[in-house]
């Protein structure tokens, strides 16, 4: 029996990542937006949640506290969030989505979408969805 590990669904995933952050990072470089994939997918995790802290963003971005610190930085000198004192929590700080931010949503957001429909040419709409319960799957086998 020979072992291919290209196609083993592990280097698979792997590779799709990786080439996935690579064309969102020349989507965003092309434009001149000035945001990183990792700051757009916080900015868009930020959105989703409403208000919530820098450890609720660790837990759902997989990212470290530091790494976490810094893109939320980057996104307050953009002018996209703010950070707020949490009145249940002195220790911690909020995090809000501006009118900027939400702006910037709303004019990247379907160009975004049209350009990563082009990643799933091939596949119809039952197709992908099986892919995204697929990977859901696995996604929660792992974080168990």
């Not at 790494?67 to 002195?90: E, I, W, Y």
């Not at 995090?95 to 160009?111: H, K, N, Q, Y």
Request: cysteine-free.
């Amino acid at each position: 029996m020979q072992y291919r590990v290209e196609e083993t669904a592990g280097y698979l995933i792997y590779r799709v990542g990786r080439l996935l952050r690579f064309r969102a990072t020349q989507f965003f470089r092309d434009r001149s937006l000035g945001i990183s994939p990792e700051q757009w997918g916080l900015l868009l995790q930020i959105a989703d949640k409403g208000q919530p802290s820098l450890s609720d963003l660790v837990d759902t971005t997989v990212n470290d506290h530091p790494n976490v610190t810094r893109l939320v930085r980057g996104l307050v000198s953009m002018g996209f969030v703010t950070r707020s004192a949490n009145p249940h929590d002195k220790r911690s700080q909020l995090i809000s989505v501006t009118p900027e931010g939400d702006a910037f949503i709303l004019d990247v957001l379907p160009d975004l979408i049209e350009e990563k429909a082009a990643f799933f040419e091939g596949m119809d709409q039952r197709e992908v969805s099986g892919l995204i319960r697929s990977l859901q799957l696995v996604l929660g086998n792992l974080e168990k």
